[in-house]
């Protein structure tokens, strides 16, 4: 069945509630393992890559949930991640001071970080639920460009452009014989993302992932069933923001520094090319497309590195070529392919046809949700 | 009092700039529903072949005529060539395709011309008038206010005072009575979109010359302000774009002058808030709860 | 909403329904095998194989790297010092490079942000296995590899940046910098100023970040703490310094020191040549490059920057010898580019290098380079003596001062050099003197 079926399906849909939680948490488990078992292929410079694709997956996880299910398009996102990595430092480089390390650390630090980055979520979730559609991406722009300013007028606390460098977070001491730090970076990446995500998916196939795109398809007739479609906003929102402030943390930690210039509106843009070209409201498509913005630079900085140009010219392509190949990815896929790389996977399933009321840019979500 | 007068001054200049791009965006939104994110690219692209065409005939005037003609071309193939396939139903890829658009234009210039900035003249002192020992605004400030205010009022004679005007007007915002009554709503929206580029243009070719010089980059902060500018006054309101222009304009320069450069972003950012907090519409919607 | 009772029926109605799992697993395997079929070779064991030749050294090369903004807004004038390392290079490998090796030098860009730098610097290490990094350029970005540079001992040699951060020997073992610092040089340009223009009120524009505040600190030094008659600052995002020139104008400012890039530079210039402000300028060698700065003011640069002071501590100088190989080596090895002051900073760090590696000896290795450099025996090309040592990792400890004067930016033979104390004092010594056709011998 389709998403705008009417909600007496929410009915439906709580009862079935726990079942697919079980699954989802298999499929969640196995996952992990694998692309835990994965690292072990990679060399130390990959590892470094999967770290980052799956601190990227945090965020684009709950920013194609949020445009996808809610049609609440973010483009401050990265000011978002910001925000976790600055939680995540400060809380560290505290607890640093106060003879605190290891895992107890990183869990702490880790926790500041989301409650960082879901306060600033849950402020402007607030101020988006009154919004519509260009006015949110409004504030979102502006936010962004306002981070440096932030950061440069509290420099006591966020130390300006430089930005805050945390203590090296080694292997643990039982696992220093068997992997390389690098490893072990995206073994932490890998797990913060799968509890991210699966929190995610849980929310997403559950009653709450129904209302919001109850509230997304007829937000008055989701008010007539009794759905506050405000809350539900504001619940979208706040979620994304976490799971948002989580990659930023796994960043920071990968990294061991959090600076304005790292979360500009450039990225902010590439993590909405990352969700648009793996398919909106797909939570596969948001890794998808994690892969691909972060991988693809590095792609066309090797392969222009292997032709022989002239040293003006090579400069001039290697920023720029990625730039470009971005922005026609995010035209073609809009225009032409709305469903994302995801929706051109090989499926199992017929998909249910596309419903009249749900735009192309939300294509339909497949869930596993009883309806 | 003098620096009042002063930061008053400068704000109105630059806020001028600022009016007239946020209304090439409430254009493009009444014609489209579409923000155009890529208003700012664009204008610059026109801003290139306006620094080509100076550079070879000498004549300020002429490259700003090609930035018109060029404005309203890169309107013209942007609308035909990539929005037309934007979903209708969904407000969000008209916005996200804009962003594709952005990237694709930023990348050719930076690949074509590199990261430098490149000088523009103005044709107009930029030596400030004083008056009563205070440095007001300079002959070339003059300009920009006079040439903004006297493009606004053009437009909106045309749009209240022709039947092209009408037709606009009548496919922006009832497409479907307007077919039935046999306007051409393609072609107007297409029209929206020519005209607001060349508006877009000519505010990028008039602050480039207060700027660094002319880079791919030039106008995001432009687009970044007048998209401020646009969301506080209210999207589909050409007065909006006005006061807001101007108001955000002042508060930059005021802010700058009296709190320093690094705060203005934040003053801006509450101000956004703080309006929309009131009024989700913006100042000047019609309608509270507008369904984009 | 998940604790609900009958889940069993829910479960086997529902069962055939499950597609997106599948597809999920899907999705991952086939992005799982694609990670798979990129790693070429698995991890890699112990580092540090006193055995082994050092990373990035074979027979007949050595491959070291850098990070450099060659896009995006902050690429504007930078662009150009790698293209000159990279000639000079390339000059050097043509006469047989340092030891019987050619030097390969690898630039990534990293668009002036952090995270990219992060991304290439790793990828230089791990992946192109370099022997060390050379002048990665700027203090937001440096500053986001330097731990990383330092935990994993790669040298990490000649940053380009004038921030005093590169000069902690005891936290950074392996950093080395290359610029004069920003106290240094604002002591300088400060007693300069007491000495040419005394009794003028001196007033300060500053970029908002480690700079800006550096470069105050060292005018205060000389000046004393509250004796700038106006404090300005700018943000790089913000391309309109009229409020904060106005301002320097309104309270009466003679002698304008800028803590400037050059963009803004020619902003604060060119914006107070609008307003019919007339001052001495005075600025940081980070923005005081007379040709770029005559390229962002167009015609009337000459008029605006005639008298314009700033300070060099490397021998860009019309006549000059260095000045000359270089102009020699930019025409034969980079295209003719257009010879500026980042043409002389990028040679100078290749030579500076080329210098080091061959005092490394016959087998360089990573801690070989180290040491070489802390001994103190390299003397670069610099107007004052390098000032590395086992406690130093600051390369110049003083500037010459320059002035444009008919258009031509020149030194005018007032060199200071840092007392270690706050304050700078006069140097007369000799600059370093070209030997061997600007080719290093061990």
């Known amino acids: 069945m389709n998403a705008p079926t009417t909600l007496t399906t929410g009915i439906r849909v709580t009862r079935g509630g726990k079942r697919p939680l079980g699954r989802l948490l298999v499929t969640a488990l196995v996952l992990t393992v694998v692309a835990i078992g994965a690292t ?251 892969i691909v913005i972060v991988m693809l630079p590095w792609l066309i900085q090797t392969a222009t590195g292997a032709l022989d140009l002239s040293a003006d010219a090579a400069q001039r392509l290697t920023g720029n070529l990625p730039v470009l190949v971005f922005g026609v990815l995010l035209i073609v896929v809009t225009a032409a392919w709305p469903g994302g790389i995801r929706g051109a996977l090989p499926k199992r399933m017929p998909r249910p046809a596309p419903e009249p009321r749900t735009s192309s840019a939300a294509a339909p979500i497949p869930t596993t949700t009883e309806r | 009092m003098d620096r009042l007068l002063f930061l008053l001054a400068t704000g109105l200049a630059r806020g001028a700039v600022f009016a007239l791009f946020a209304l090439a965006l409430v254009l493009i939104w009444r014609a489209a529903r579409v923000v155009n994110f890529a208003q700012g690219a664009m204008a610059v692209v026109a801003t290139y072949v306006a620094f080509a065409v100076t550079g070879l005939t000498g004549s300020y005037w002429i490259g700003l005529a090609s930035a018109l003609v060029a404005g309203g071309l890169m309107g013209l193939i942007v609308e035909r060539g990539v929005m037309r396939f934007a979903g209708h139903a969904s407000p969000l890829s008209g916005v996200i395709i804009a962003i594709g658009v952005v990237m694709v234009l930023q990348s050719l210039l930076g690949i074509a011309f590199g990261p430098n900035a490149r000088p523009m003249e103005a044709p107009f002192p930029e030596t400030p008038i004083v008056i009563g020992g205070v440095p007001v605004l300079s002959p070339y400030d003059l300009f920009v206010l006079i040439v903004a205010v006297g493009v606004m009022a053009l437009l909106a004679v045309l749009f209240t005072r022709t039947p092209l005007g009408l037709q606009l007007r009548a496919s922006a915002f009832a497409p479907e009575v307007s077919r039935l009554l046999g306007v051409r709503v393609a072609r107007m929206v297409t029209a929206g979109w020519v005209l607001a580029s060349a508006v877009g243009a000519l505010a990028a070719l008039l602050l480039v010359p207060t700027e660094l010089g002319l880079n791919p980059h030039s106008a995001d902060m432009l687009f970044v302000s007048a998209f401020t500018v646009a969301v506080v006054g209210g999207l589909d309101s050409p007065p909006g774009a006005l006061v807001g222009g101007l108001g955000v304009g002042v508060l930059i320069s005021l802010v700058t002058g009296y709190l320093g450069a690094t705060v203005a972003p934040i003053a801006v950012l509450v101000l956004l808030v703080a309006v929309l907090l009131v009024r989700p519409g913006g100042l000047f919607s019609a309608t509270e709860a507008r369904t984009a | ?246 301002a320097m104008q309104a309270a009466g400012c003679e002698v304008n020191m800028l803590a400037t890039v050059n963009g803004f530079t020619a902003l604060a210039i060119g914006t107070a040549a609008k307003l019919g402000y007339r001052a001495q300028w005075m600025s940081s060698s980070s923005g005081g490059d007379a040709v770029t700065l005559a390229g962002f003011l167009g015609d009337a640069a000459p008029m605006l920057l005639e008298g314009f002071v700033t300070t060099n501590y490397l021998p860009y100088a019309p006549g000059n010898e260095w000045d000359d190989l270089f102009r020699q080596i930019n025409d034969e090895y980079n295209d003719g580019a257009p010879f500026d002051g980042n043409t002389v900073f990028g040679m100078s760090v290749g030579y500076l290098f080329a210098e080091a590696l061959a005092k490394a000896g016959d087998e360089p290795t990573r801690q070989g380079i180290v040491d070489a450099i802390q001994s103190g025996d390299l003397v670069g090309n610099g107007l004052v003596p390098l000032s590395f040592s086992g406690d130093s990792h600051a390369a110049y400890k003083g500037v010459s001062i320059t002035t444009v004067v008919d258009g031509v930016q020149d030194f005018i033979g007032v060199t200071y050099v840092s007392d270690g104390s706050g304050g700078v004092e006069s140097f007369d010594g000799e600059a370093v003197a070209l030997e061997n056709d600007g080719l290093p011998t061990s």
């Open chain 3, 1 to 246: 909403m998940s604790h609900e009772p009958q889940r069993s029926v829910a479960a086997t109605r529902s069962a055939p329904k499950r597609t997106a799992p599948t597809r999920t697993v899907a999705a991952i395997a086939a992005a799982s095998a694609l990670l798979v079929a990129m790693s070429a070779c698995s991890t890699p064991g112990a580092v540090n194989d006193p055995a082994e030749a050092a990373p990035g050294v074979t027979d007949d090369t050595v491959t070291i790297g850098t990070h450099q903004p060659l896009t995006g807004p902050a690429a504007a004038g930078y662009s150009s010092i790698s293209a000159a390392t990279t000639a000079y290079f390339a000059y050097v490998n043509e006469n047989g490079g340092v030891n019987g090796r050619e030097i390969e030098y690898l630039v990534k860009d990293d668009g002036y942000n952090p995270a990219t730098t992060q991304t290439v610097v790793r990828e230089l290490v791990q992946d192109d296995e370099v022997f060390a990094i050379l002048n990665g350029l700027g203090t937001p970005t440096h500053t986001s590899v330097l731990d990383y540079l330092n935990q994993n001992e790669v040298p990490d040699l000649f940053v380009a940046s004038g921030s005093t951060s590169w000069n902690q020997p005891e936290k950074y073992p392996w950093t080395f910098g290359f610029n004069a610092d920003y106290v240094t040089e604002a002591e300088a340009l400060a007693q300069y100023a007491d000495d040419e223009f005394a009794g003028k009120s001196v007033c300060v524009l500053g970029q908002d970040d480690d700079f800006g505040d550096e470069f105050i600190e060292g005018l205060e030094n000389v000046l004393g703490e509250g004796s700038l008659a106006s404090v300005q600052r700018y943000s790089v995002s913000n391309q309109d310094v009229v409020a904060q020139i106005g």
């Open chain 1, 40 to 290: 072990f292929l990679l060399d130390p410079y990959r590892n470094y890559q999967f770290a980052l694709i799956a601190a990227t997956f945090c965020a684009t996880a709950g920013l194609t949930l949020l445009i996808g299910l809610t049609g609440q398009l973010s483009l401050g996102h990265a000011a978002l991640m910001a925000a976790g990595g600055y939680g995540y430092a400060l809380a560290a480089n505290a607890l640093t001071e106060a003879g605190i390390d290891g895992v107890p650390r990183f869990v702490l630090s880790l926790a500041a970080a989301v409650a960082a980055s879901g306060l600033l979520g849950l402020l402007l979730g607030l101020a988006a639920a009154r919004l519509r559609g260009p006015y949110l991406s409004g504030v979102t722009l502006v936010l962004v460009i306002a981070l440096p300013a932030f950061t440069a007028v509290f420099s006591g606390v966020f130390r300006g452009d430089q930005g805050v460098q945390i203590a090296y977070d080694g292997v643990p001491e039982a696992l220093r014989t068997l992997i390389a730090v690098e490893q072990w970076q995206a073994w932490v990446a890998i797990m913060v993302a799968a509890v991210a995500v699966t929190w995610l998916a849980a929310l997403r196939n559950g009653t709450a992932g129904l209302r919001m795109r109850a509230v997304r398809d007829d937000e008055t007739a989701a008010r007539l069933q009794g759905v506050r479609a405000g809350r539900v906003k504001v619940l979208a929102f706040t979620v994304s923001s976490i799971t948002a402030g989580a990659g930023g943390a796994v960043l920071c930690f990968v990294t061991q520094s959090v600076s304005p210039g790292a979360y500009t509106l450039a990225f902010s843009l590439l993590l909405v090319v990352a969700v648009v070209i793996g398919g909106l409201g797909s939570l596969a498509g948001a890794f998808l497309g994690s």
